[in-house]
């Protein structure tokens, strides 16, 4: 579920270092498409909110992560750790492995 919030001051400028920290972390063009998110889950064992980036390479691949906190509350160092890149890939849809 997306829940509605008022953009405020500190939120903008809270996704925007969400931002600038995933595209130092893992490398990102400028130009790449990033996109953070805040969500609220009522799934049990989830925090009530809960931070979502997403980003897209030149090459058209797909990346995702969750960070279990409020969008406020993330640092730097709840990123993901650089050598973990692909581990984040969204496989294309269709695909089918061995393990699965």
């Excluded at 829940?3 to 969400?18: C, I």
């Excluded at 998110?37 to 009522?42: I, K, N, T």
């Excluded at 990346?63 to 890939?89: G, Q, T």
Aim: hydrophobic content about 45%; proline content about 8%; charged content about 25%.
């Amino acid at each position: 579920m997306f829940a509605p919030f008022k953009r405020s001051g500190d939120r903008l400028a809270a996704a925007e270092s969400v931002k600038r920290w995933t595209r130092s972390r893992f490398g990102l063009a400028e130009n790449a498409m990033l996109l953070v998110s805040e969500l609220e889950s009522a799934v049990p064992g989830f925090p009530p909110l809960h931070t979502v980036v997403a980003f897209w390479t030149a090459e058209h691949k797909h990346y995702h992560f969750r960070i279990f906190k409020p969008l406020l509350e993330v640092l730097e160092e709840d990123l993901p750790p650089s050598w973990y890149k692909e581990a984040l890939a969204v496989p294309f849809e269709g695909l089918q492995c061995e393990c699965c």
